[in-house]
């Protein structure tokens, strides 16, 4: 079946510096979806990406998928500890209602 | 409602017992999706409804778990003769009618804040 892989599966980072997570599928997606999960609280929607080589911006959070639509990347500029959580990415395989999820990458700030 | 709910937002159970976790989707949301969430772990996928459709179970662990849901409103998640791996937060998510994965904001999922079970 889909799968979804997640790197790194956490990463500290001193505040104000960059952190990136990278997202792969073992099929294409037809879609990608991101997620944001603040310590002891539930998964966010936070954007969702459809066009091969899509990148959008939301602020500092710079959102990439893939032309082959089967990678995805988050880059945060200058990390704040606002940041702090598990971001996960999913996908849609192609004519697929299941959301297939990634682990996730859990983000820590040091202030 | 505003949002997904989720009750019981903790429950604490003996091994061996059967429990019931419940999930009110969003008015209108005709898809409901539960996950389970071990500690430190990702989203785990286990039964989807649709509709008026045949669920999918494909992601149920055991036949201890089963799910059901009248037409589009709540749905209850029954775990029996609960184990100790058992315990995880178990989230509830819902969306507007999909035809199927791709190019709609329809697929954003809802997330409830999730029953968290334990299982001593």
């Known amino acids: 079946g889909q799968q979804v892989m997640q790197i790194p599966q956490y990463q500290h980072v001193q505040e104000g510096e960059d952190f990136t997570t990278y997202c792969n599928s073992s099929t294409t997606l037809s879609n990608i979806q991101w997620y944001k999960q603040r310590p002891g609280g539930h998964p966010v929607f936070l954007i969702q990406l459809v066009k091969s080589g899509e990148v959008k911006k939301q602020k500092r959070l710079t959102f990439q998928f893939g032309e082959a639509k089967k990678n995805s990347s988050l880059h945060i500029t200058a990390t704040q500890t606002t940041d702090v959580g598990t971001y996960f990415c999913?996908?849609?395989?192609?004519?697929?209602?299941?959301?297939?999820f990634g682990k996730g990458t859990k983000l820590s700030v040091i202030p | 409602g505003a949002g997904v709910s989720q009750s019981p937002s903790n429950k604490v159970t003996e091994k061996g017992k059967d429990v019931e976790l419940r999930c009110d989707p969003i008015s209108g949301h005709t898809a409901l999706y539960w996950y389970r969430q071990r500690l430190g772990q990702g989203l785990e996928f286990l039964i989807y409804f649709q509709g008026n459709s045949a669920p999918d179970k494909s992601g149920l662990p055991s036949d201890r778990f089963s799910a059901e849901r009248t037409g589009e409103s709540v749905s209850t998640l029954t775990i029996q003769r609960t184990q100790q791996e058992d315990s995880a937060v178990y989230l509830c998510?819902?969306?507007?009618?999909?035809?199927?994965?791709?190019?709609?904001?329809?697929?954003?999922?809802?997330f409830g804040a999730g029953t968290r079970l334990s299982v001593l």
């Open positions: 998510a819902s969306s507007l009618p999909i035809a199927g994965g791709g190019v709609s904001a329809k697929n954003i999922q809802y």
């Open positions: 999913a996908g849609h395989g192609a004519g697929s209602y299941q959301l297939t």
